[in-house]
Structure formats: C-alpha cells, structure tokens
Antibody, heavy 119, light 107 residues
Framework: QVQLQESGPGLVKPSGTLSLTCGVSGGSISRSNWWSWVRQPPGKGLEWIGEIYHSGSTNYNPSLKSRATISVDKSKNQFSLKLSSVTAADSAIYFC????????????WGQGITVTVSS | ELVLTQSPGTLSLSPGERATLSCRARQSVSSTYLAWYQQKPGQAPRLLIYGASNRATGIPDRFSGSGSGTDFTLTISRLEPEDFAVYYCQQYGSSLTFGGGTKVEIK
C-alpha cells in the first residue's frame, strides 16, 4: 500500500524559505491522483496549502499562493513544498497527503514533520 | 473561500453515548466533495467519511455521515474509548477548506 514520508529541516530562520519533500513508496506518483500539503499550527486546526498532479499542474490556497511552490520529481517518486518569506506564524506540523481524485478526499497521509521558524 | 463552521467546539460525552457533530457551510457544498476526518494527538488525520455519507475502508459502522447543501452531520452511534479525538470536516469546491474541528472528550 502507498506510504508517504515527509523530510526536511525542522528549523528555519525568519524570512527564509521552508523546504520539505514527501517521498512516495508502495506506488507510483504518476497514478491519477493529486498530491497535497496540509499544515497544522500547534494546538490549532488543519490548513490546506496546495496540491500537485504528476503532470505538474498545481492548485494553491489563495492565502498562501504568493509564497508557496509545489513541485514534483517523478524520477524520485516524490513531491516538494517551498514556502518563502516565513515567519513564526508558519511554524506548524506539515503533512503530505494523497488526494483520491473522484471524491477529493485525502486517503493516505504522511506522519507529519514539525517545522519551527525561529532565529 | 468557502468557510466551514463546526459545532460544538467541544463535546463532552461518556462512552456508550451518541455523538452528533455539525458542519455548516456559508454556501452550498456538493455532497460528493464533503469528507470527515478523525485526528488523535500526535497522529495524522484519518479519513472517516467521503461523499458525505460513505464510510472509508475499515471504518466501523457506528460512524455515519449525512446531510446536503450547507448542513452536514457526523454521528457516532455509541462512543468507544478510541473515538475520543478531534473531528474535522473538509470540502472541495473552487478550493479546499477544513472546518475548525470538534473535540470529543470524555465526560
């Protein structure tokens, strides 16, 4: 079965760029799915960041669109998130997830990675 | 952005009781694109319900979803100890949004 694993730095400096990768195992990223990033600030709810299709098509949360970039590397079976100009408000657990493409639900999730923005 | 409002914020119940969680949208949501998730501390969310009323694989039948338009409900018929968690609704329309969550805690 498909499994997802987030990786990347756990600490990012203010005004810097947060960079995370989600490795996909047990299946191909080129299946007919979208692949998403979701974040959760400490003690708060879930916020969708955006998604990518294996073709490279992307959709973003309008509130983050100017700072977020999601890309895909089919050769490595992974997709990535870059979030620029980060502040303390971007500190959160970041999850990657597979989007089931008919009902548009996130049916497979990574375990999440905690990212703290601090100097 | 389509806002989803979940109520109550916290539900205090005892094992064996019935839980009724509400998710309301400011504008109509297609039932096809309304989902519910369960999240326990330190874990990723888990898909419970998709298409407003369909249980995901492996989800016990004490969980049920209903509703249409702007009002959706997640019902847990008899709470088991492992059901105490936070529940989120999610919709997909022009964008994707989550509700703020309902915490189901032990009374």
């Amino acid at each position: 079965q498909v499994q997802l694993q987030e990786s990347g730095p756990g600490l990012v400096k203010p005004s810097g760029t947060l960079s995370l990768t989600c490795g996909v195992s047990g299946g191909s990223i080129s299946r007919s799915n979208w692949w998403s990033w979701v974040r959760q600030p400490p003690g708060k709810g879930l916020e969708w960041i955006g998604e990518i299709y294996h073709s490279g098509s992307t959709n973003y949360n309008p509130s983050l669109k100017s700072r977020a970039t999601i890309s895909v590397d089919k050769s490595k079976n992974q997709f990535s998130l870059k979030l620029s100009s980060v502040t303390a408000a971007d500190s959160a657990i970041y999850f990657c997830a597979r989007v089931e493409d008919y009902y548009y639900t996130m049916d497979v999730w990574g375990q999440g990675i905690t990212v703290t923005v601090s100097s | 952005e389509l806002v989803l409002t979940q109520s109550p914020g916290t539900l205090s119940l005892s094992p064996g009781e019935r839980a009724t969680l509400s998710c309301r949208a400011r504008q109509s949501v297609s039932s096809t694109y309304l989902a519910w998730y369960q999240q326990k501390p330190g874990q990723a969310p888990r898909l419970l319900i998709y298409g407003a009323s369909n249980r995901a694989t492996g989800i016990p039948d004490r969980f049920s979803g209903s509703g249409s338009g702007t009002d959706f409900t997640l019902t847990i018929s008899r709470l088991e100890p492992e059901d105490f968690a936070v529940y989120y609704c999610q919709q997909y329309g022009s964008s994707l949004t989550f509700g703020g969550g309902t915490k189901v805690e032990i009374k």
